[in-house]
């Protein structure tokens, strides 16, 4: 027997009307959302935490202009913000004391002063103690004009205002000028103002304009760190690609070294048998075996290869070059304008064809790096064979004319393209500026005794 079970719906149902329908139900507008999330931000920006503790951060010190400081001054250039914020406090309370007429009112005065020293450790509070402060230092001094804002309260709160506007977001200070135009709109209405002149107008005035510069200085920050952050970005993407298309090249000119052993062993494997007489069965089904594997694996070389292969790409028709091809490539180089030298060392032995085209394309690279960064200087190559591997050393000096010679600029491939040849081999490499002004580029390719015979 089948039995059916009951489920209760977990959405939550629309609130009913008198007669038990859900003509009551009706969406907010995009008036009251619009309202509701403005009294969010207010309440977030303003309310939530007023007085948490917040310190104000010391200014970054490797910034231009703190860099052509002495070294004692700039120690304590970290600490500039808090020193503007403690001269603002110093202005508030002279304009509040030298005002003074009681002893109270001088008290007093050093509320505004504190409320601007507050914004170091806690702006928002430091903005509802200035508010609170003005009407009852506004009272207090009945013999100033001035209403609600005597002249050290006035201070004081343009002073938070700034002081806050800077240290917090566009939006809180939206919301700190309105308050404040509230509050200075609703002083006018007290009959105290028609004995005294209004500061309500000035007030604004000068906040709206201050608190606007603060905005656009905002706006302008915000938009220089998202520049900054997406160039990074793009220097990262453009570095792992010029990677990749150098690793691509890469595997485009190893192909033929890769291809011509694999197409040696699959011939080797297809004519043993016929060398040996009578060869056993299983000596015919291993040759056979071998050959296969080398056919397979050219067949896949050559799908690898047409996926890394570009759009427009053709292969050589001409082998890949070897250290035996350096000379012509030294006098096409001399034949642009760059004098270079060819010192070689040790016992010349053949390499296998891997180092050997790897060092002369890092030869290449150096040398065309040469004649786009140093125009007009002069170059050696240094080719060592040394036990357990090859030694290359191509150094350049420095233009003969840096200030007048303006050097062609390149793609940023070579290094990037050194290195993998390099590390693909194993090997290690340095490169880098000389104390002349010249550069150096230095590789060691490790070879071992048994690839060095099978070569």
Known sequence: MWSVTETTPTHSTPPRDADGGYAAYKPRSPEVRAAVEALRGLRQDLLHDAFAYR???????????????????RRYAGRAPHAVVVVLAFITLMAGVTTTQTALYALLALVPAGAVL?????????????????????????DFDGWPWQPG??????????????????????????????????????????FYDTTTTPMLFLSAVV?????????????????????????????????????????RELHDVVAHHMSVVAIQAEAAPYRVQNPPEELEKAFATIRENAVAALTELRRVLGVVRAEH?????APQPTLADLDALLANVREAGLGVDK?????????????????????????SN??????????????????????????????????????????????????????????????????DGGYEVAVFLPVTVAAEGAA
């Open 55 to 73: 310190p104000l951060p010391s200014r970054p010190t490797d910034g231009p202009f703190v860099r052509g400081l002495p070294p004692r001054l």
């Open 211 to 251: 608190l606007l510069a603060v905005t656009v200085w905002h706006i302008r920050r915000d938009a220089e760190q998202e520049v900054t952050a997406q160039q990074t970005v793009t220097a990262h993407e453009r570095s792992r690609r010029t990677l990749l298309e150098e690793r691509t090249t890469i595997a």
């Open 153 to 194: 309260s006035f201070a004081g709160h343009l002073s938070v205002l700034t002081v806050v506007a800077i240290r917090t977001r566009p939006r809180t200070a939206a919301w700190m000028w309105l308050i404040t135009a509230v509050f200075g709109l609703m002083a006018e209405g007290l009959p105290r103002s028609v």
């Open 313 to 317: 790409y053709e292969a050589p028709e």
């Open 370 to 435: 040469t004649l786009r960064h140093a125009p007009g200087a002069g170059a050696r190559v240094e080719i060592g064979y040394v036990l357990g591997g090859l030694g290359l050393r191509i150094v350049n000096g420095p233009p003969p004319n840096p200030s007048l010679v303006k050097p062609s600029p390149g793609a940023g491939h070579g290094i990037t393209g050194m290195r993998e040849r390099v590390t693909m081999l194993s090997g290690e490499m340095t490169a880098g500026p000389l104390a």
């Open 343 to 367: 010192a070689v060392t040790g016992a010349v032995r053949e390499l296998p064809q891997g180092v050997e085209l790897s060092a002369y394309r890092i030869v290449q690279e150096a040398l």
């Open 118 to 142: 507050l914004t170091l450790v806690r702006p928002v509070g430091a903005f509802w103690l200035s508010l609170a402060s003005t009407p009852v230092i506004g009272v207090i001094g009945t």
